[in-house]
T-cell receptor, first 115, second 113 residues
Framework: DARVTQTPRHKVTEMGQEVTMRCQPI?????VFWYRQTMMQGLELLAY????????DSGMPKDRFSAEMPDATLATLKIQPSEPRDSAVYFC?????????????FGPGTRLTVT | KNQVEQSPQSLIILEGKNCTLQ??????????LRWYKQDTGRGPVSLTI?????NTKSNGRYTATLDADTKQSSLHITASQLSDSASYIC????????????FGSGTRLLVRP
């Protein structure tokens, strides 16, 4: 049963520290998405990659957030320096996008708390 | 502006009862509409996907409807179960090369015994 995996599941850090979240997409999927979810804003798209190339990161605060996909089995989202307002659940999702009706499979999320 | 609005924000029903969740969208160009279920502490899981030419689609006790003219969709849950307690999120896909998803804020459903 193929699944998207994310690590860590929970992260508590102090303001100013660097945070790195990792995602392993489902093998064979060509598109990876990073989302942030808060109670106030719901799900927000931060960035996504197709065939490992960044397509859109307009939802991401550029000064502190960065997303990379060093290989087909790993996507990373980094926050440096972290701030309390970054506290949220970060989801990674992957899909095989060949047309508009693609399925998107979400990972379990990383719950980040910045104190 | 591309937006997806859902109502009600939250809903409490008794086990065994039916309920209907609403979704209005102003997304253009529109490709398809999805309903996701998100259990607490988990990622969203897809329930249905409908293109503009489809009026209804079912997945077990879940039935989604779509009116592309009025840009409205509904998700009907029949004979609710305690496991239906979750957030239900309406999502619209853009019909452009990005295939980006526009998310609603969700409806929180609580099914009580």
């Amino acid at each position: 049963d193929a699944r998207v995996t994310q690590t860590p599941r929970h992260k508590v850090t102090e303001m100013g520290q660097e945070v790195t979240m990792r995602c392993q997409p489902i093998l064979g999927h060509n598109t990876v998405f990073w989302y942030r979810q808060t109670m106030m804003q719901g799900l927000e798209l931060l960035a996504y990659f197709r065939n490992r190339a960044p397509l859109d990161d307009s939802g991401m605060p550029k000064d502190r957030f960065s997303a990379e996909m060093p290989d087909a089995t790993l996507a990373t989202l980094k926050i440096q320096p972290s701030e309390p307002r970054d506290s949220a659940v970060y989801f990674c999702a992957s899909g095989l996008v060949t047309g508009v009706a693609y399925e998107q499979y979400f990972g379990p999320g990383t719950r980040l708390t910045v104190t | 502006k591309n937006q997806v609005e859902q109502s009600p924000q939250s809903l409490i029903i008794l086990e065994g009862k039916n309920c209907t969740l609403q979704c209005n969208y102003t997304v253009s160009p529109f490709s398809n509409l999805r309903w996701y279920k998100q259990d607490t502490g988990r990622g969203p899981v897809s329930l249905t996907i409908m293109t503009f030419s489809e009026n209804t689609k079912s997945n077990g006790r879940y039935t989604a409807t779509l009116d592309a003219d009025t840009k409205q969709s509904s998700l009907h849950i029949t004979a609710s179960q305690l496991s239906d307690s979750a957030s239900y999120i309406c999502v619209v896909t853009l019909m452009d090369s990005s295939y980006k998803l526009i998310f609603g804020s969700g409806t929180r459903l609580l099914v009580r015994p």
